[in-house]
């Protein structure tokens, strides 16, 4: 299977702090997208990194790709309690014209 | 509120029945594509259709029918299923071809029961 595996399967932090969530993939990729799902809803995507790029940002968000060990994380800093989710990661392999969602990661902000 | 949005929310039948799941997007997007997703799973893609052509089939069996009438309708029609078919099921969206190169927007999905 080409899904990423992503680590840790769960996450419980204070609110305010930060939080570190981690994907590995197979093989080389175009890109990775990360998406977040609250319960009940669909997902959302937050943010696209592109295999020539190392590092993005978005608000409170922060992706950094490292091709050479097949691996991504996202940061979220400054939690909040609406961070309470899952979080994807989707690998865009070359070889494949589809993303595949990683195994998530459920992350709860606790008050 | 999302911008593609999935009819009904629910649904409960009973593995003689006949029903479609319905999505639409506004947005001008070119590629649809339809997922399923088990509890504490990942979303895993069913169908791809990239201008109203079914592009992706991912050996989904064929009690599943997909359907694209227009570029902004997207059916599933569900016939003779069985009770593991149990599961949210996700439509999404995306801009033009090219599916992985792009993000996807995604409806809030349909949770479908099997008696």
């Known amino acids: 299977s080409q899904q990423g595996e992503e680590d840790p399967q769960a996450l419980s932090i204070q609110e305010g702090e930060n939080a570190t969530m981690n994907c590995s993939y197979k093989?080389?990729?175009?890109?990775l997208q990360w998406y977040r799902q609250n319960s009940g809803r669909g997902l959302v995507h937050l943010i696209l990194?592109?295999?020539?790029?190392r590092e993005k940002h978005s608000g409170r968000l922060r992706v950094t790709l490292d091709t050479s060990k097949k691996s991504s994380s996202l940061l979220i800093t400054a939690s909040r309690a609406a961070d309470t989710a899952s979080y994807f990661c989707?690998?865009?392999?070359?070889?494949?014209?589809?993303?595949?969602f990683g195994s998530g990661t459920r992350l709860s902000i606790r008050p | 509120d999302t911008e593609v949005t999935q009819t009904p929310k629910h649904l409960v039948m009973g593995m003689t029945n006949k029903k479609s799941l319905k999505c639409e997007q506004h947005?001008?997007?070119?590629?649809m594509y339809w997922y399923k997703q088990k509890a504490k799973k990942p979303p895993e893609l069913m169908f791809v259709?990239?201008?109203?052509?079914?592009?992706i089939n991912e050996s989904v069996p064929s009690r599943f029918s997909p359907e694209c009438p227009n570029s902004s309708l997207l059916n599933l029609h569900l016939h003779a299923l069985q009770p593991e078919d149990s599961a949210l099921y996700l439509c999404?969206?995306?801009?033009?071809?090219?599916?992985?190169?792009?993000?996807?927007?995604f409806g809030d999905g349909t949770r479908l029961s099997i008696l």
């Open positions: 999404a969206s995306s801009p033009e071809t090219g599916y992985s190169n792009q993000p996807q927007h």
């Open positions: 259709y990239s201008y109203e052509k079914l592009s």
């Open positions: 989707a690998p865009a392999y070359s070889s494949a014209s589809k993303i595949i």
């Open positions: 990194i592109r295999s020539n790029e």
């Open positions: 947005m001008g997007h070119r590629a």
């Open positions: 093989t080389s990729i175009n890109n």
